[in-house]
């Protein structure tokens, strides 16, 4: 009696047949491996090291993948592999460009002020610490790769290693003596920061962000803080093409606050903090998109995070072939990503309804917001309106896997076909958050009111940052998805 083969025999043939049409195709040796490694499912850093391996060899027959350097061209090795997954049925994505850092780096700049030695003492429960201790913990490099420095007056190298500021459980007392700490000089803590960073560098500044120059005696609250905002727009925009992300934690305090304008007083109770993200904003995007980062750029016990960008995000997004809500017919472009071909309208209502999967963990945002449509602008010939929700576990299945993976939400777009061609032009609104706001004292000489949960100074800081990257644009990320009959 003959036996049906079992489905494991049949996936063994397909894939010996698909790999003899490999052998006896044409393409480089370097395409053929991109192509196997899609087949086998093994799109790991590994075997892109493997594929780079091949590419730096023979770097002359494979130019157009190298730079000047020797050294692999991410973008144009990137474009060849997502051609190459593009031209499988189904089509196959593989982000490689979060390998595109040789390696990344961790710079801690700590604040030693005197208004932060207090969150670090024996009698509260040392949040401020343990957070700084996440950071190097959640970020995946060797110990060579995090350098540890304090700041007040200046920046001072933290006198110690890595592991022996781990292990400490009184950091204010070992560094005491290190700097001024009778204030802190963002302006030149920051300049200093943004010019050390080289490729792949990522910088955090534990800080309370209250911003205390040298000699404010007399001077009026309107000026301090008009001079603070003034200064944090004229630091950040020199800089071009950055990310900043600003976590803001709660810790307890216990000691001697030291008011803008008044005398110090003594303040047991909570207090916010913040952990600031300094870095390239493709390295940031990299970040995002690279499950090794998912606890570092997720610390626990933020009560409020946002980032600041001063180059658009690059959205990663997949339009779904298939999907329940669609509505008339459509082709994926095989050559180019982002657009549709062949597109019909229903027979009936002339309407197209598409979906297209984004990854929106990126950018920082509540759910609530990334689904609000009030917060995307959409531009269009034919009037495309657009629907947002989160990707759900029970949304994802064998079909539609290779598309949703890595997804964290479905933007549906609808509209009547009328034009025979159109773009779909989406922009993400980028507005200053209220809870920055929220968070904003402009009087801390006393405990009274929300003493516990206000920064002096927070907002004005804060908008000179969102003022000299944002520069009158608005808009936090685009996405365009052009529409052909």
Not at 139 to 155: G, L, R
Not at 258 to 270: L, M, Q
Request: glycine fraction near 8%.
């Amino acid at each position: 009696m003959k036996r049906k083969p079992t489905f494991s025999l049949l996936l063994g043939a397909v894939t010996l047949a698909l790999s003899l049409v490999l052998g006896a195709c044409g393409g480089s040796p370097v395409e053929k491996m991109v192509k196997n490694a899609f087949l086998q499912g093994d799109t790991t850093q590994v075997r892109f090291d493997s594929i780079c391996s091949i590419i730096k060899a023979s770097p002359d027959r494979y130019r157009d993948f190298v730079d000047e350097n020797g050294e692999i061209n991410i973008e144009n090795l990137s474009k060849m592999i997502e051609k190459v997954g593009g031209s499988l049925r189904p089509p196959m994505h593989w982000n490689v460009k979060a390998y595109g850092v040789e390696s990344y780096s961790l710079t801690v700049y700590f604040e030693r002020s005197g208004s932060m030695v207090p969150y670090d003492q024996t009698s509260g429960g040392g949040q401020l610490k343990k957070a700084v201790n996440d950071l190097i913990n959640y970020f995946p490099a060797d110990e060579d790769k995090v350098s540890i420095n304090i700041v007040n007056n200046d920046i001072y190298p933290y006198n110690g290693t890595t592991a022996s500021f781990l292990q400490d459980r009184n950091i204010y007392e070992s560094t005491r003596g290190t700097g001024d700490a009778s204030f802190t000089d963002f302006q030149l803590i920051f300049d200093k920061i943004f010019k050390a960073q080289k490729p792949g560098n990522v910088s955090v500044l534990v800080t309370d962000l209250i911003y205390s120059p040298k000699n404010t005696a007399d001077v009026s609250v309107e000026k301090i803080l008009n001079e603070e905002n003034s200064l944090a727009t004229a630091i950040f925009k020199q800089y071009k093409g950055k990310s900043i992300i600003v976590n803001q934690l709660m810790g307890d305090f216990d000691g001697k606050y030291y008011p803008y304008n008044g005398e110090p007083f003594d303040y047991r109770g909570r207090r916010p903090f913040y952990v600031i993200v300094i870095a390239d904003a493709q390295v940031m995007d990299r970040m995002a998109g690279d499950v090794r980062f998912d606890r570092f750029l997720n610390l626990p016990c933020v009560l409020e995070t946002y980032r600041f960008n001063q180059a658009q995000s690059q959205l990663k997004y997949r339009i779904l072939p298939s999907w329940k809500d669609d509505v008339g017919r459509f082709r994926i472009s095989r050559d180019k990503q982002g657009a549709l071909t062949q597109c019909e309208g229903d027979r009936e209502t002339g309407v197209l309804c598409f979906t297209v999967a984004a990854a929106l963990n990126g950018l920082r945002k509540s759910d609530a917001f990334l689904t609000d449509v009030n917060n995307y602008t959409i531009q269009s010939h034919d009037g495309y309106a657009i629907k947002v929700r989160k990707v759900e576990p029970a949304d994802i299945n064998g079909n539609n896997k290779d598309y949703l993976e890595g997804m964290t939400h479905l933007m549906t777009f609808t509209g009547k076909l009328q034009s025979p061609r159109d773009e779909v032009m989406v922009t993400l609104r980028n507005d200053f958050p209220e809870w920055i706001s929220r968070s904003t004292s402009r009087d801390d000489s006393h405990a009274g009111g929300n003493f516990a949960g206000t920064t002096f100074g927070l907002e004005q800081f804060l908008r000179g940052i969102y003022d000299a990257f944002t520069a009158g644009d608005s808009n936090y990320a685009t996405l365009t998805i052009e529409i052909e009959k």
